[in-house]
C-alpha cells in the first residue's frame, strides 16, 4: 500500500470554473477592487456549528439546490452543478467526475490527517510531563483539551488508506460505497467531540494564559503540507485545529451528495452511498440541535446571554470610498463585517472590521460633524442611467427565458445585472448616519432613507438604556463571535433583484394612490407633516410629502398622492416635526433637520389593494397612529388614454381642437403651468418628480375644463409639486399621445438605429411628420424641460431625470395591446416599452435647439418607414 504522502495528483483547476458561475452573488461585495489576502492554512475559524445547508450560494440555497460550504481555509469543494441532485445522464462522463470528486476528496482528506497528527505531535510530550514534578498541564487538561482526536485520526487513517489505492487503480466498475458507509457508521465519536469541544476550547485559553510554554506550544504547532506543496510546513494554531473536526463531517456529507450526482442509478455503490448520505445527514441534524449558536452564544461581561438584536447591509463611507458592510448589533456591541472573498466551495466567513462596544458608543451632535469627511454624493443622471440599464437588462433576461437561452448565457447576464445593481446600491444612498466612540473614533455609514437611520438609531440607543459595561474581546472571543454572524444574521442577500428567486414576488408596477388622513397622539402640539417612500431597485425612495400642519396635536392632512411604483413590495410613511431653528443645520447637506415623530412600513399586497375601492389602514408608531387610505392601478390601467365626453373642456380632448378653439399654438393650460413653474419652481428640489396633492390637482383640472376666471389666482396660491402634476396629467389624459399613435412604432424603430446619421435624419423627419399643434406644443416643452435641467445643482433634475417622467407621458400609445398578459409581465412591459420611450424624449433633449420654422423650412422627406 502506498504512503499517505504518495496520494495522487493534485486537483483540477477547472473544477473551480465548473462552479464559478453559480457563486457571483456575495463572493466579494465589498467592491473595493482588492484581492483579499489568502487566508493562512487553519486562520480565522467560526463557532462550533456543523453546516449541514445545502449550498453557501445564495442563488442556489434560494432554490432548495444541493451544494455546500464545508471546509477550511485548506480545502475546495468538488464540483456541484446547478441543476440539482439527481441520476447521471452521460455515464461515462459520470465516472470521469466521480474519480475527479474522490481526487480532490483524497487531498483535502490528507491534509485533515495531517492536521490531526500535528494536534496529536505535543500530547505524548504533554502527557509524559504531567507526572513529573513540573508538570505543564494535568492529565485531566491533556484529555479534555485532546478529547477523542486519537480516536478520530485512527478512523480517518484507516479510511483513507483504503480508498487511495481505489482511486488509483480506477476503471468504471470501482465499488467504495462500503467505505463511506463504514466512515458513517462511525459518526458517533464525532457527537462525542462535539459535546466536550467548547468546555476544550476554554480549558486550552485558560491554560494558555496561565502557563507560557503551553501558549507557544499552541501558538505555532506545525502541519505538515502536501508532498507537492512548495511549503514543508505551515503554522497553525491549537484553536483553529481544534475546529477542524466540527467542519469535516459536513465535508464528507457533501462529498456524499456530489458522488450521488455522478453514480449512476444502477451502479452498485449507489445504494450504498445513499444509505451513508442518510446516516450522515441523521447525524448532523441532531448535531445541530445541540449546538445551535443562537443557544450558545457568547456571553457577555455581566454574564448574559449576548443576543443578535439586529442585522443588515450598509455602506461605510471609510478611507474616501464607499464600502458595502454587514453591520451585526449585538445587546452589548456593535460589529462590522464583511464576508471575506473565498474561494469557490470554501467555508463563507465574516471578517471584523471593527467592533464598538454599545457603552462606548455615543451619536454625535450636529456641532461635532463638520470634522467628519463631506459626503460626495454621486450626480442623479448617473443614478438614472444606471437604471434604465438595469431595466433593459431586466428585459434580456425576460427575453432569454421566453426563449429558453442556455443557461451559461444567462448566467453572464444575471452576473451582469447584479453587478450594475451593486454599483447602484453603493453609491445611492447619501443620507448620514454617524457612530462615535467616546475615545474618538468616528465611523460614518450612508443611507438611503431616513426610516433606516431612525430604526438603527431607536435600536441601540433602547440598548443603551441598560446597565452597559464597556470591555475588550480577546482574539478568542473576537473570532467566536465574527464567526457566529454567519450562522446568525437575519439579512442573507443583498438586496438587488438579481438575487431574487423565479418565483418570488417581482413587486408591483403601477399606480399607488394614498390619501393620509389624519394623525392622532401626540402629546404636545407641533408643526406635522408626513412623508411617503416605497422600494424601488433594491433601496428605498422618498415620493410624496404632505404639507406642514402647523401648531396642532391632532393634524387633518385629508391629501392624497399618486406614487409610481417600480416594482415595489412596501410602502413607508414617516411623520415630522418641521423645525425652522437655522442652527440646527446639517453640515452634510445644509438641510435643517426635522425630527422624526414615527415611522411605520406596511407591505403592498396585490391581493388588498388591486380592488377599485379604497382600502383604508392605519400605521402605529410610537404612541402615534397615522391614518392612510391607499388604491392601486395597474400601469395598463392606469396609463389608458381615456377621450373626454365632453368636448368643451380641455382634458381628454385632441390638442388640435383645443388650440383651434383658444385660437392659441399651444393650449393655454400648458403655456400657465410652464410659467408658474418656471417663476417659482425651477429650484424645488425634484420638481416633475415629486408627486403634488391630488385633490389640488382635481381642482386645477376642474378649474382649466370649466375656463375658470379664477384659474390665475388658484395657481398663484397652489403648492408648486401640484402644477406640475396638473401639466403631467393634462399630456397624459390626452386621448392620443403627443407624439401620435401612427407615428409611435417608427419613434421606437428610429430611436434603435446604431447609425448616427440615420437616426438623425429619421428623428427629424419624424417630428416634421407631426401635426403643427403636437409640434409646436412639443418644442415648447421641449425648451421648458432644458430649463428645468439647468438648474440640476439645485432642484436635482437632469434631462435623464426629467425624460423618465415625461417619456411615458408624451409617447405611450392610446392602445396596449393587452395579449392576455398577466400583471406580473408589468416588469417587463416597463423595462422594454417605457425605457425606449424615455431614450427618445431624451433625444431630444440632448439635441441642440430645434425650431419650428427650420424643420418646416427643410423639405427633405424620408420616408416613415425606418
Not at 145 to 162: G, N, T
Not at 467 to 473: A, H, I, P, S, W
Request: aromatic share 8%.
Amino acid at each position: 500500500m502506498e504512503p499517505l504522502s504518495q496520494r495522487g495528483p493534485p486537483r483540477l483547476s477547472w473544477i473551480d470554473t465548473l462552479y464559478s458561475n453559480f457563486n457571483y452573488g456575495m463572493e466579494d461585495y465589498d467592491a473595493e477592487g482588492n484581492e483579499e489576502p489568502k487566508a493562512p492554512p487553519g486562520g480565522s475559524e467560526t463557532m462550533p456549528y456543523i453546516d449541514e445547508s445545502p449550498t453557501m450560494s445564495p442563488q442556489l440555497s434560494a432554490r432548495g439546490q444541493e451544494g455546500g460550504n464545508g471546509g477550511d481555509g485548506c480545502e475546495s469543494l468538488s464540483p456541484t452543478p446547478a441543476d440539482g441532485l439527481g441520476t447521471v445522464v452521460n455515464a461515462g462522463k459520470g465516472v470521469d467526475m466521480r474519480r475527479l470528486v474522490l481526487k480532490d476528496f483524497l487531498a483535502s482528506e490528507e491534509m485533515y490527517i495531517n492536521q490531526l497528527e500535528a494536534l496529536l505531535l505535543p500530547m505524548k510530550p504533554l502527557k509524559a510531563t504531567a507526572t513529573t514534578s513540573q508538570p505543564v498541564l494535568t492529565i485531566q487538561q491533556i484529555e479534555t483539551i485532546f478529547y477523542k482526536i486519537q480516536d478520530i485520526y485512527e478512523i480517518h487513517k484507516e479510511f483513507y488508506d483504503s480508498l487511495w489505492p481505489q482511486v488509483q487503480n480506477w476503471d468504471s466498475s470501482v465499488v467504495l460505497g462500503h467505505l463511506f458507509q463504514k466512515l458513517a457508521s462511525q459518526l458517533g465519536v464525532y457527537k462525542a467531540f462535539v459535546d466536550n469541544y467548547k468546555i476544550a476550547l476554554e480549558t486550552a485559553e485558560k491554560c494558555s494564559q496561565s502557563n507560557n510554554q503551553f501558549q507557544k506550544i499552541s501558538e505555532e504547532l506545525k502541519v505538515k503540507g502536501p508532498k507537492d506543496s512548495k511549503e514543508s510546513h505551515t503554522s497553525v494554531t491549537m484553536e483553529a485545529l481544534l475546529y477542524k473536526p466540527i467542519n469535516r463531517v459536513t465535508r464528507s456529507t457533501l462529498v456524499l451528495h456530489d458522488l450521488l450526482k455522478h453514480t449512476p442509478s444502477d451502479h452498485p455503490d449507489y445504494p450504498l452511498l445513499q444509505d451513508a448520505l442518510r446516516i450522515s445527514q441523521n447525524f448532523l441534524s441532531s448535531i445541530n440541535e445541540d449546538i445551535d449558536p443562537r443557544r450558545t452564544a457568547v456571553t457577555t461581561p455581566k454574564g448574559e446571554t449576548r443576543q443578535l438584536v439586529k442585522d443588515g447591509f450598509l455602506v461605510e463611507l471609510a478611507e474616501g470610498s464607499r464600502k458595502l458592510r454587514h453591520v451585526f448589533l449585538f445587546t452589548d456591541v456593535l460589529l462590522c463585517a464583511k464576508l471575506k472573498k473565498t474561494g469557490v466551495g470554501k467555508h463563507q466567513q465574516y471578517d471584523c472590521k471593527w467592533y464598538m462596544p454599545l457603552a462606548e458608543l455615543v451619536f454625535p451632535s450636529l456641532e461635532e460633524s463638520d470634522s467628519c469627511p463631506h459626503v460626495h454624493a454621486m450626480p442623479d443622471h448617473d443614478l438614472e442611467d444606471m437604471k434604465i440599464k438595469i431595466s433593459s437588462m431586466k428585459s434580456e433576461v425576460q427575453k432569454e427565458k421566453a426563449n429558453k437561452g442556455q443557461s451559461r448565457a444567462m448566467e453572464r447576464l444575471k452576473k451582469k445585472m447584479f453587478d450594475n445593481e451593486f454599483w447602484l446600491l453603493l453609491n445611492s444612498p447619501s443620507i448620514p448616519f454617524r457612530i462615535h466612540n467616546r475615545n474618538g473614533k468616528s465611523y460614518l455609514f450612508l443611507l438611503s432613507s431616513d426610516y433606516e437611520r431612525a430604526e438603527w438609531r431607536e435600536a441601540i440607543q433602547k440598548l443603551q438604556k441598560k446597565d452597559l459595561q464597556t470591555f475588550v474581546l480577546s482574539s478568542v472571543e473576537l473570532q467566536v463571535l465574527t464567526g457566529s454572524c454567519f450562522k446568525l444574521r437575519t439579512v442573507h442577500n443583498i438586496p438587488v433583484t438579481s438575487n431574487k428567486d423565479d418565483d418570488e414576488s417581482p413587486g408591483m408596477y403601477g399606480f399607488l394612490h394614498v390619501i393620509v388622513h389624519s394623525a392622532t397622539g401626540f402629546k404636545q402640539s407641533a408643526n406635522l407633516y408626513c412623508t411617503l417612500e416605497v422600494d424601488s431597485f433594491g433601496y428605498f425612495v422618498s415620493k410624496a410629502k404632505t404639507r406642514v400642519f402647523r401648531d396642532t396635536t391632532e393634524p387633518q392632512w385629508n391629501e392624497e398622492f399618486e406614487i409610481e411604483l417600480e416594482g415595489s413590495q412596501s410602502l413607508r410613511i414617516l411623520c415630522y416635526e418641521k423645525c425652522y431653528d437655522k442652527s440646527k443645520m446639517n453640515k452634510d447637506n445644509n438641510e435643517i433637520v426635522d425630527k422624526i415623530m414615527g415611522k411605520g412600513q406596511v407591505q403592498l399586497d396585490p391581493q388588498t389593494v388591486q380592488t377599485k375601492n379604497w382600502h383604508m389602514d392605519v400605521i402605529e408608531m410610537n404612541g402615534i397612529k397615522v391614518e392612510f387610505s391607499m388604491k392601486f392601478t395597474s400601469r395598463d390601467l392606469s396609463l389608458k388614454r381615456t377621450p373626454s365626453k365632453k368636448q368643451t373642456g380641455v382634458f381628454g380632448v385632441k390638442i388640435s381642437v383645443v388650440t383651434k378653439r383658444e385660437r392659441s399654438k399651444v393650449p393655454y393650460i400648458v403655456r400657465q403651468c410652464v410659467e408658474e413653474v418656471e417663476k417659482r419652481g425651477i429650484d424645488e428640489v425634484g420638481i416633475y418628480r415629486i408627486s403634488g396633492v391630488a385633490t389640488d390637482i382635481q381642482a386645477l383640472k376642474a378649474a382649466f375644463d370649466a375656463n375658470s376666471k379664477d384659474i390665475l389666482m388658484m395657481l398663484s396660491d397652489m403648492d408648486i409639486n401640484a402644477i406640475a402634476g396638473t401639466l403631467k396629467l393634462y399630456f397624459r389624459e390626452l386621448p392620443e399621445p403627443l407624439l401620435t399613435d401612427r407615428l409611435y412604432p417608427a419613434f421606437m424603430e428610429g430611436i434603435a438605429l446604431s447609425d448616427p446619421t440615420a437616426k438623425e435624419n429619421c428623428m427629424m423627419h419624424l417630428l416634421r411628420s407631426l401635426p403643427d399643434p403636437n409640434l409646436i406644443t412639443f418644442l415648447f416643452l421641449l425648451e421648458h424641460l432644458k430649463r428645468v435641467a439647468e438648474k440640476e445643482p439645485i432642484n436635482k433634475m437632469s434631462l435623464h431625470n426629467l425624460a423618465t417622467v415625461f417619456g411615458p407621458t408624451l409617447l405611450r400609445p392610446s392602445e396596449v395591446e393587452s395579449k392576455g398578459q398577466h400583471l406580473t409581465l408589468a416588469s417587463d412591459i416597463w423595462s422594454h416599452d417605457v425605457m425606449a420611450q424615455v431614450q427618445v424624449l431624451l433625444y431630444y433633449l440632448q439635441h441642440t435647439p430645434i425650431s419650428f420654422a427650420e424643420l418646416k423650412r427643410n423639405a427633405l422627406y424620408f420616408s416613415t418607414d425606418v
